[in-house]
Nanobody, 125 residues
Framework: QVQLVESGGGLVQAGGSLRPSCASP????????MGWFRQAPGKEREFVPG????????YYVDSVKGRFTISRDNAKNTVYLQMNSLKPEDTAVYYC??????????????????WGQGTQVTVAS
């Protein structure tokens, strides 16, 4: 497992934007797919988007398509989640996660082996 550190959450009004990021020290970041998950109170952890090791492949759950964009900068060992047109139902703790491989980024929790501590995103109506 590796260390993942999220930042950039916060409180925003509905319709606003946030851009959490996730940094991972070390030399292996660029080898692995990355994903973002979220967990709201009383709910199971939910996959949101994933990205391949190179950034060429991305995948989004239907609820965030067209509003969220995942990207990565391998030179900075960082993955980003641009969140636009936020809705109150997007409120959750957001976690970044490292995939077990470079090419699986579709969302099964068991396919991710390292997790950040989470960053709170709250969208007020």
């Amino acid at each position: 497992q590796v260390q993942l550190v999220e930042s950039g959450g916060g409180l925003v009004q509905a319709g606003g934007s946030l851009r959490p990021s996730c940094a991972s020290p070390g030399r292996t970041f660029s080898r692995y797919a990355m994903g973002w998950f979220r967990q709201a109170p009383g709910k199971e952890r939910e996959f949101v988007p994933g990205i391949s090791w190179s950034g060429a492949g991305t995948y989004y759950v239907d609820s965030v398509k067209g509003r969220f964009t995942i990207s990565r900068d391998n030179a900075k060992n960082t993955v980003y989640l641009q969140m636009n047109s936020l809705k109150p139902e997007d409120t959750a703790v957001y976690y970044c996660a490292r995939g077990r491989t470079g090419t699986y980024y579709y969302g099964a929790v068991d396919e991710f082996d390292s997790w950040g501590q989470g960053t709170q995103v709250t969208v007020a109506s």
